[in-house]
Each structure stands twice: as C-alpha cells, then as structure tokens.
C-alpha cells in the first residue's frame, strides 16, 4: 500500500463528522481485500450499498468517481434489505438492529460483503464493524460471517483486523 489513500491501518476515530469521511475511505480499501465470488465479478457497476438511515451525509459522494473490480463505483441507498442482494457491499446502519438476524440471514451465501458501525454488530454476525480502540479507529472481522457469506477476505486486512466470532447481538 503506497500512500495515505490507501490506508487500512488505525487512524483518529474522533472528527465533526462523527468519523464517516475516514469510515468511506476504508470501505473503499476494504475492496481491495475481499474476494467475491464469481456471480459479484462482471456486471455493469460495483454496488455499494446503505441500508437504513445513512449516516454517512456526503462522505460516500467521492467514492463514485472511482471503480472497483473494473467496475464504475455506485452508491446507493436502500430501504429494504430484500434489494441488498444486488449489492457488492452493505453498510448496516445502526437504524437496521432491529431486523439484524433477519438482513444477515437474507444475505447467507449471497456473496455481500457486510459492514457496520454499531456496537457488537461484528459479534452479531456482520463480517466487518468498526470499532474505536484508544482514541483510534478500528475494525474487527468476523470470520465465521465471511465464511458464511461466501466472501473471503485477504490474510493482509486480517492482520490488521481484531478477529471476533459469532455471538448474539446485545442491546
């Protein structure tokens, strides 16, 4: 990785924002580190999805003049987690923790690479969640969801990643 562009590493968790720029920009770099499976290659767009309330304003905007897997990246926002199927990456807004097991259930084997910013939810079963460890941002990953999902992620991101296992989500 050359560059601050490219960054995975842990970074200031605390701006005005509430840390969405910095959490765009690792969704971005989170791409180069997942593999899909083949039915995710090829297509017209790299669908990168919000699913419930956005939290993120504009931060996603800038990703769009950007490709991923060759493909011209598209943010989209969705309202249902059935049209979460056609997407490459879910962000699950905390708005979404009530119907959690369900969106993730919905999503077994559908090759969409799940993240999110809430408490537990990397415990609950999303494959990657941010976390804020010392003042700085983090991600954990959760292996047993990745497997699940049928998306692998890079020995290089799970380095950096604290690694978690399935639990049920705590209120």
């Avoid at 990168?48 to 991923?68: D, H, I, M, R, Y």
């Avoid at 941002?137 to 296992?165: C, M, P, Q, T, W």
Wanted: with cysteine; glycine share 10%.
């Amino acid at each position: 990785m050359a560059g601050g562009a490219n960054r995975t590493d842990p970074a200031p968790a605390a701006d005005a924002e509430g840390g969405y720029p910095l959490k765009a920009a690792f969704l971005f770099n989170f791409i180069q580190y997942v593999e899909w499976p083949d039915n995710k290659q090829g297509g017209a767009e790299f669908a990168l999805c919000v699913l419930g309330q956005n939290p993120f304003g504009a931060s996603l905007q800038p990703l769009q003049s950007k490709t991923a897997l060759g493909l011209p990246v598209v943010v989209k926002e969705i309202r249902q987690a059935s049209e979460s199927h056609r997407c490459h990456m879910l962000f699950i807004a905390e708005s979404e923790r009530p119907q959690l097991p369900k969106v993730l259930a919905d999503l077994a084997g559908a090759g969409v690479l799940t993240v999110g910013d809430a408490d537990g939810y990397a415990e609950a079963g999303v494959m990657i969640g941010f976390v804020v460890r010392q003042h700085k941002l983090r991600f954990a990953i959760n292996l047993d969801a990745a497997k699940n999902g049928n998306v692998r992620i890079s020995a290089h991101l799970l380095r950096l990643a604290e690694i978690v296992r399935n639990a049920d989500l705590k209120d």
